[in-house]
């Protein structure tokens, strides 16, 4: 069997010390926190742009129903 780099990264994390361990799954739950935040900006900054260019609709909760029940 083949093991892919996902498997060796885990064997490798299995073989770590408890405070490595501890150490490593804090340093990558900090890096998912940050991809998650430039994820989050980069769909603001996207919204904000098309809001800009009037590619966005506004409108109440009403106003949101008919045009989905128009299409």
């Not at 890096?31 to 769909?43: C, F, S, V, Y």
């Amino acid at each position: 069997m083949v093991k892919t780099k996902l498997d060796r990264v885990i064997d490798d994390f299995n073989n770590l010390s408890l405070e490595e361990k501890e150490y490593i799954t804090e340093i990558l739950y900090k890096q998912l926190i940050e991809t998650k935040r430039e994820t989050i900006t980069k769909r603001v900054e996207e919204a904000l742009q098309n809001y800009h260019q009037g590619a966005v609709r506004t409108g109440t909760v009403e106003d949101l129903r008919r045009d989905l029940e128009s299409d």
